[in-house]
């Protein structure tokens, strides 16, 4: 079965947290319409050894990418889209986690549509606070606008959008 949606996890040192982020991937209906792909970034903890248990339990869906050097983040984004499959790209960081229902409702809206770039809502969360990155306020929702009609110096954060993988493949 091809993938709808390939999301990188960059991982460093996240023994402490790498668990509850895949987890919380475990918890999409549709998880079987994911790849995850795990960028251990050289970690000198046992990041490599929590990931491996979920690739051993879900081998169609997490996959490892052990770095034995810490590269920059740069890299770790190439070689993720290097070897994402999916038709489209998310990212995520090791210490973050998704919430299921809204990641298997972005994977309804990515099967039936033929955006490159999909805005999602995002919550930053803190040990004192949590803030809410509302990326759609200004933009109607389920409206298809092109780079000339959203601005095309607009900037969104990386967690915030989901982009057609070739988009990024050609570059």
Same mark, same amino acid.
């Given at each position: 079965?091809?993938?709808?949606?390939?999301?990188?996890?960059? =991982?460093?040192?996240?023994?402490?947290?790498? +668990?509850?982020?895949?987890?919380?991937?475990?918890?999409?209906? !549709?998880?079987?319409?994911?790849?995850?792909?795990?960028?251990? !970034?050289?970690?000198?903890?046992?990041? &490599?050894? #929590?990931?491996?248990?979920?690739? $051993?339990?879900?081998? &169609?869906?997490?996959?490892?990418?052990?770095?034995?050097?810490? +590269?920059?983040?740069?890299?770790?984004?190439? *070689?993720?889209?290097?070897?994402?499959?999916?038709?489209?790209?998310?990212?995520?960081?090791? $210490? &973050?986690?998704?919430?299921?229902? =809204?990641?298997?409702?972005? #994977?309804?809206?990515?099967?039936? *549509?033929?955006?490159?770039?999909?805005?999602? !809502?995002? @919550?930053?969360?803190?040990?004192?606070?949590?803030?809410?990155?509302?990326?759609?306020?200004?933009? &109607?929702? !389920?409206?298809?606008? *092109?780079?000339?009609?959203? +601005?095309?110096?607009?900037?969104?954060?990386?967690? +915030? #959008?989901?982009?057609?993988?070739?988009?990024?493949?050609? @570059?």
């Amino acid at each position: 079965m091809s993938k709808i949606l390939s999301v990188s996890v960059a =991982a460093y040192n996240m023994e402490n947290f790498i +668990g509850e982020c895949l987890n919380s991937f475990c918890m999409c209906k !549709n998880l079987n319409l994911m790849e995850i792909i795990v960028n251990d !970034n050289g970690s000198t903890d046992r990041t &490599d050894q #929590i990931v491996q248990l979920y690739v $051993d339990k879900y081998p &169609d869906v997490f996959h490892l990418i052990k770095r034995k050097i810490n +590269g920059h983040y740069g890299a770790v984004l190439n *070689t993720a889209i290097q070897n994402a499959t999916g038709e489209y790209f998310k990212l995520v960081d090791g $210490d &973050d986690w998704v919430n299921a229902e =809204a990641l298997d409702h972005l #994977i309804e809206v990515l099967k039936n *549509t033929e955006a490159d770039v999909v805005i999602n !809502n995002y @919550r930053r969360v803190y040990p004192e606070h949590v803030d809410f990155g509302d990326l759609q306020k200004e933009h &109607d929702c !389920n409206m298809v606008y *092109t780079f000339e009609t959203i +601005g095309r110096f607009q900037m969104y954060p990386m967690h +915030g #959008i989901t982009v057609r993988l070739d988009k990024y493949k050609k @570059r």
